[in-house]
């Protein structure tokens, strides 16, 4: 009787390491979630990295590693000379930079202008014309007043007859908020007393002496005022008679452009 041949038992599951292993793996994979869970994300740091991203300009730099179809027909916009900025600051032209200093300038002709015209009105008004004469210049409106009908040769007090038309001034001067430069200037008659060594401390100090009178009679602000003493070196005329010498021997009051800057 011959023997029976045992069946082949079919192993059913999966290896025994297996399940440790997929024991292990799992037991990683928790972990790290828990890792991820806890951690904190800098949300500027995640911000700038999505805008680099969004960014289409970082990847204008570099070619693309895919090649194209038709080459010729995709030149890039370098090889153009094109810019790849989109984002790109349109550039002002020559044309535009004339019209904006055009515009500026024209504004400024206005103020002058118009301060001009204020000086004038004013000295109609209070009838001053005989004693202050206003000019127009690059730097403002320039009241000259004679030194005859401010001080005496040679002295750099205020005489008592031009303090009224002064007050006048002061008011024209408290009207408006301009900076003043106040300037002293002479003959070239050499001057040489105790007092004024030469026409230098002259010219300066008729020139403070009408600021310390606006200033004080006006209330005016000290910060507004310059002064500068100009000797005989800026004559009007020539220095060739009485006449002339007569009309350089002057104090001005220079009312600024606000745009102006003094020296």
């Known amino acids: 009787m011959k023997r029976r041949e045992g069946r082949n038992k079919i192993k059913k599951g999966a290896p025994k390491w297996m399940v440790t292993y997929s024991d292990m793996v799992t037991l990683i994979l928790v972990f790290f979630i828990l890792l991820f869970s806890m951690s904190q994300i800098d949300a500027t740091k995640f911000q700038a990295i999505s805008e ?8 204008d730099f ?9 080459p010729t027909e995709n030149t890039s916009t370098e090889e153009r000379g094109q810019s790849t900025n989109e984002f790109e600051l349109p550039v002002e032209t020559e044309e535009e930079r004339e019209t904006e200093t055009d515009t500026t300038s024209v504004q400024t002709d206005d103020s002058l202008d118009n301060l001009m015209d204020e000086v004038e009105s004013y000295l109609d008004e209070h009838e001053l014309n005989h004693v202050v004469s206003a000019t127009r210049t690059e730097r403002g409106v320039e009241l000259v007043l004679q030194d005859s009908i401010l001080f005496d040769p040679g002295e750099a007090d205020i005489l008592p007859s031009a303090l009224p038309f002064l007050m006048k001034v002061g008011n024209l001067l408290s009207r408006i908020s301009n900076d003043i430069k106040v300037e002293g200037h002479t003959d070239n008659v050499p001057m040489s007393s105790y007092r004024y060594p030469s026409n230098w401390e002259l010219s300066g100090a008729r020139a403070s002496s009408v600021v310390r009178f606006l200033v004080a009679e006006n209330n005016l602000k000290e910060e507004r005022f310059s002064i500068t003493g100009y000797s005989d070196t800026k004559p009007i005329v020539p220095n060739e008679n009485s006449s002339n010498r007569s009309k350089n021997r002057r104090v001005e009051i220079v009312i600024l452009d606000e745009d102006y800057k003094v020296d």
């Open 52 to 59: 680099s991203f969004r960014n289409r300009m970082i990847f």
């Open 62 to 70: 570099f070619p693309s590693p895919v090649p194209m179809d038709n």
